[in-house]
Every structure is written in C-alpha cells, then in structure tokens.
C-alpha cells in the first residue's frame, strides 16, 4: 500500500486528533490533508466536495470516502488487522467493541452536550436515559479494567480515552477515580505523545497563517 491510497483530513485539537492516534497505534501509511481551521479551510468548496458538513475527522481509502468518528474507528481497525486493534467477527469480544465504539456517538456525546447546555430531554424521549445513567456505565465498564473490554486493549480504547480526557479536562465529566486511572493508562502509549506533538507543530503553523 502507499501513502496515496489512504487520505486523512485532519485539524489538531479536534476530535481527529483521536483518528491520528489510531493511525500511528496501526501503523498505516496514510497521506494527511491539514486544514486550517482557523483560516476557514473546512468550509472552501474543495473540502466541502470531501465533507458538506465541513466536518473532520474524514478518509478516504482506495477511493472510497468514511466520514463519522465511529465508523472511521470501525474501518480503519479492520482495515489492518494485522494489528489486532479489532476483535474479528466471530470474536466473543466483537459485539461489546462495536457496542461501545458506537456508543460513544449515539449516548455519550449527546448526554455531554445536553447537560452542558443544561437541556436535558425527558428520558422517555431521550436516545440514551440520562446523563447519570450514561456516566455509570462508563465508569462500571471501566471498574472492569484495565482496558474497556477488560484486558484486551483496542482501537475502542483510543476513542474513549481521547474522549474522557477533554471532557474531563474541560469539566464536562467528573473524573472519577476510574476515568482518571484509565485516562493516564491508556494516554501513557507513545502514540498519544507523537500526536500531541504533531497536533502543537500543526497549531503553529496554523497561528501563523492567521497571523499575516
């Protein structure tokens, strides 16, 4: 494979961020398209083509274009599988990994935002319960450890610690002693430490074009 066949679209400090990550953990070779969010360059027409929402992180592979943080998760873990960041299908652990990747989009994200929004839907019309009942799954999951599916550490991992980290960080979630024990474990691997990295040179660059 070469580095054209696989296309990242990416802005640092986005939730992109945690797809970076999970290509370096698969060591991928993969051609990265930055955009500079604060120019604009999610909303000019030639990324709009890619994303009309204007939205990061996107693929695209062998010509064909992911969009959606789960479903980039999904693929990218499958598509090197020599890597064995994806249980198989036919894996005991297949389910629950594609339950908590999923997961993440559809109950926590929006439970985040609706409480720091402070707008709550009733839980007989909410997609997840409510917030309090998304939290302690998490952290009963997590209580399991040391990864989210127990001892085997996944591309799952990636998501939910990139996710936790900033939510926690920003005040979003209590970090609870699980969280944080989980954060530091998981954030501990050099590929997070590579992607901090890229993401602060990338942001320079990005200050300084908006600069001039």
Known sequence: MSETDLIFYHSPQTRSSSVLILLEELDAPYQLRDLNFRAGAQRRPDYLAVNPLGKVPAIVHDGALVTELAAI???LADAFPEKKLAPAIGDPLRGPYLRWLVFYGS???????????????????????DF???????????????????????????????????????????????????????????AFA???????????????????
């Open 132 to 190: 309090e009942g998304v939290m302690s799954l998490i952290n009963d999951q997590l209580a399991q450890g040391p990864y989210l599916l127990g001892a085997r550490y996944t591309a799952a991992d990636i998501l939910w610690a990139t996710a936790l980290r900033w939510t926690t960080g920003f005040g979003l979630v209590p970090a609870s002693p699980q969280i944080s024990a989980y954060i530091d474990r998981v954030t501990a691997r050099p």
């Open 73 to 75: 998760f999904i693929y």
């Open 194 to 212: 590579r992607v901090t990295e890229t993401d602060a040179q990338l942001l320079k660059v990005h200050e300084a074009a908006a600069a001039k």
């Open 107 to 129: 109950a926590f994200e929006p439970a985040v935002m609706d409480r720091h929004m402070k707008q709550e839907p009733p839980r007989s019309m909410s997609a997840y319960g």
